[in-house]
């Protein structure tokens, strides 16, 4: 799962000032109210001061940070689920995608996975056992390519299979093959699973498996994804990461509480 690395690091040092200026008199003075306020010898103290005390207590600037990136991750956050609520059919009701569970299932969780990551390949068998356990859950398995051409291979590969009716089969299949990427080993992996190789390599390319991508791509854009796996809890909550069986099913309680 690919980290985060906030814009507003690039802002440490104007942040650690906004804070101890807060800190300090109780609000932060606006430039236009600090510059008829203090005088030049003033302002010079106030630096002094804030050095000095960046000195002894280092931690200022450390809460600082964190208090930051605590409000840019629910910005991000709220943002994104925003996007969500904007684009609900397409999250949910998309012909791009294989639904796992009920398809009529009042609770929703859509997952954006890459195929060759290997963070999703270790949560297939929790996701089957959370299908299996919650009758009313409808998951949304949407494939992206993040991981470079070997992913965009791997990708058309499983849309070109549900074409024939197979994305669940030959998508566990290739997940599970450790062979290195090639059209050979997606050859091998098709027949293995009773599909027509042939067909399945020519539908790679075709227009209507590059649009099936690229809607999927899109919806990942417009909430700001940054790696898979990525879990999408109706549009309440959004976990990145490969999250644990445990913290999957505490996200459906709280969807399920939410209503």
Known sequence: MKKLIPSSIRHYALAGASCLFLLGAGVAPSPATADTSFTPAQRAEIVSIMRNALKTDPSILSEAITALQTQATA??????????????????????????????????????????????????????????????????????????????????????????????????????????????????????????????????????????????????RSIDLEGTPTFVFGDKEIIPGAASLDELKAALARLRKAG
């Open 75 to 220: 910005r991000k956050a709220s943002s994104a689920l925003d996007a969500v609520r904007r684009n609900h059919a397409q999250f949910g009701q998309s012909t791009t995608d294989v639904v796992l569970g009920n398809p009529q299932g009042k609770l929703e969780v859509v997952e954006f996975y890459d195929p060759r990551c290997p963070y999703c390949r270790k949560v297939l068998a929790d996701l089957d056992t959370l299908v299996a356990s919650e009758p009313d859950l409808k998951l949304v398995e949407k494939v992206i390519p993040v991981l470079g051409p070997n992913s965009v291979m791997d990708t058309q590969a499983i849309l070109a299979a549900s074409l024939q009716n197979a994305y669940v089969p030959f998508q566990k299949a290739l997940m599970a093959d450790a062979a290195s990427p090639s059209t050979d080993r997606i050859r091998r992996v098709a027949k293995k699973v009773g599909l027509d190789a042939d067909r399945l390599v020519t539908d790679m390319k075709s227009p209507k498996v590059t649009d099936m991508m690229r809607q999927n791509l899109d919806l990942a």
